[in-house]
């Protein structure tokens, strides 16, 4: 299909980088639609492993395009920061392209960010601190600054003498012991122009184009459904539309491009921040999915909390993404358990509730509902190979009878399956099923 998304149905971090790259190989055009280098999508190729905030997970494709669209918000600095590393490992990034469209993260926004959440006090979101809600509200409040007026010097200082005066006193209000140099700024930022103007252009008119031709195009979504703005557990949220709808206008081209959508799910589920979190667990068991999955973040290095799968979010995400097959990574982190446990409903005031509530304190009172699974082996590498080779019928008795249970509860047919975390190990089962 010409349009294929890929999102998150949880809290982000759900694999989805590494399932990109595996569908890239299909693809011609690769798209991030969204969010900024609060993503941290890792890829493990061989034994290289890659950790992408800005550029799309397509990039390690050399013979793929690679697009920053217009729905993205770009810290320059961490961009160029990143395009520079991957060229000294040998992968160049002239296959990028970014939207002359997209925002421009300031060092304002990152000082705001920090800002913010101090003055929150008990109430943190716990954000990555990169400046992305401040840098949206700025889009919001049509104060932002765009790639296409980064590349261009005079209306650059033009935008940034009006901009760093009034957000300095902002930042001094706020109680920030930091503000920003405007003369510095100014150079910083214009040279940044410099460096990244023969990239900037109108993408949506490359995706358009490559659709008309009948190019395959793989959306590429950030965070997760449960963080995004409308609909995830507000206001612990990230400040982008991370679900698949989001795609088309992220990426400059009509809902009509979007064929298919994969959701990508954790075996379990993780959160990194604050907020709710219904199936979290504490203790041991929390301790071992944590060192075994090697739950700490790709950007900020936080350790992730962790907690059984919760059909409930799954079902909402599913409602609100349409996901046309689901990837459902990470199972080998499960492996070598007794007992493997999945939230089917919750419980609220002893009546069954199945869909996730708006309200955070209607949330805070529900008690998730468990249905426990014997646990699988774990596969060594004559095992994998034979899965690889098999399909799924190859697979441990007690993982089929997991997914195929999730498969019936959520109403989602599994796609591809996650063993490890080599961009090898994943099982591919759109042909099989
Ligand atoms: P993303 O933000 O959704 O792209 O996910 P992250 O890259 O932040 O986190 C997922 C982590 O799990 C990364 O370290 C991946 O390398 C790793 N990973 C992805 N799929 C699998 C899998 O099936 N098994 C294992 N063990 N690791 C995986
Ligand atoms: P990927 O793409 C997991 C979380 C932060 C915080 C909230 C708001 O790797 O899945 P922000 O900096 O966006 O204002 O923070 O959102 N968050 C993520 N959690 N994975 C991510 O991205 C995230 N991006 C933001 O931890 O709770
Ligand atoms: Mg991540």
């Given at each position: 299909m010409p349009g294929l998304v890929v999102v998150g149905s949880q809290w982000g971090d759900e694999g989805k980088g590494k399932i990109v790259d595996f569908l890239a190989q299909e693809a011609q055009v690769i798209v991030r639609f969204q969010g900024g280098n609060n993503a941290?999508?890792?890829?493990?190729?061989?034994?290289?492993?890659?950790?992408?905030?800005?550029?799309?997970?397509?990039?390690?494709?050399?013979?793929?395009?690679?697009?920053?669209?217009?729905?993205?918000?770009?810290?320059?600095?961490?961009?160029?920061?990143?395009?520079?590393?991957?060229?000294?490992?040998?992968?160049?990034?002239?296959?990028?392209?970014?939207?002359?469209?997209?925002?421009?993260?300031?060092?304002?926004?990152?000082?705001?960010?920090?800002?913010?959440?101090?003055?929150?006090?008990?109430?943190?979101?716990g954000t990555t601190g990169r400046g992305i809600g401040p840098a949206y509200s700025d889009k919001a409040a049509?104060?932002?600054?765009?790639?296409?007026?980064?590349?261009?010097?005079?209306?650059?200082?033009?935008?940034?003498?009006?901009?760093?005066?009034?957000?300095?006193?902002?930042?001094?209000?706020?109680?920030?012991?930091?503000?920003?140099?405007?003369?510095?700024?100014?150079e910083e930022f214009a040279e940044y122009g410099r460096l990244l103007k023969p990239l900037v252009t109108d993408t949506g008119a490359i995706v358009d184009e490559a659709l008309s031709r009948g190019d395959k195009v793989l959306f590429e979504g950030a965070q997760g459904t449960m963080l995004d703005i409308d609909h995830g557990t507000y206001p612990f949220v990230?400040?982008?539309?991370?679900?698949?709808?989001?795609?088309?206008?992220?990426?400059?081209?009509?809902?009509s491009a979007l064929h298919e959508v994969i959701g990508v799910t954790k075996a379990y589920t993780t959160r990194v921040g604050e907020g709710p979190f219904p199936t979290e667990l504490k203790g041991e068991l929390q301790e071992r999915i944590a060192e075994k999955g090697g739950e700490f973040g790709t950007t900020t290095g936080r350790s992730r909390r962790c907690g059984w799968l919760d059909l409930v979010v799954l079902r909402y995400a599913h409602s609100l993404n349409g996901f046309t097959g689901l990837a459902i990574t990470k199972v080998d982190v499960l492996g070598g358990m007794d007992e493997v446990k999945v939230c089917t409903h919750y419980r609220l005031d002893g009546r069954k509730l199945t869909?996730?509530?708006?309200?955070?304190?209607?949330?805070?009172?529900?008690?998730?509902?468990?249905?426990s699974f014997k646990g699988w082996e774990d596969l060594d590498s004559t095992r994998m190979e034979d899965v690889l080779k098999g399909g799924f019928s190859r697979l441990p008795r007690s993982l089929m009878d997991y997914i195929r249970f999730v498969e019936k509860e959520s109403g989602i047919r599994t796609v591809l399956i996650g063993l490890g975390r080599r961009r090898s190990e994943l099982l591919d089962l759109r042909k099989e099923r």
């Open positions: 941290g999508h890792s890829v493990k190729v061989g034994e290289e492993l890659y950790k992408l905030h800005h550029l799309p997970s397509g990039i390690l494709r050399s013979d793929k395009l690679a697009v920053i669209g217009n729905g993205v918000v770009i810290d320059p600095g961490v961009l160029l920061g990143e395009i520079e590393a991957l060229a000294k490992r040998g992968k160049s990034a002239s296959n990028l392209r970014i939207s002359d469209r997209a925002h421009v993260i300031m060092p304002y926004h990152r000082l705001l960010d920090g800002a913010e959440e101090r003055l929150r006090k008990g109430s943190k979101v049509r104060l932002g600054i765009r790639m296409g007026e980064l590349i261009d010097e005079n209306l650059l200082e033009e935008k940034l003498r009006f901009a760093i005066p009034l957000k300095n006193k902002l930042l001094q209000a706020f109680g920030s012991e930091t503000t920003i140099d405007e003369k510095k700024a100014l990230t400040s982008s539309t991370t679900v698949s709808g989001n795609a088309a206008s992220g990426s400059g081209v009509p809902p869909r996730f509530p708006s309200d955070l304190r209607i949330l805070e009172r529900c008690e998730p509902v468990y249905e």
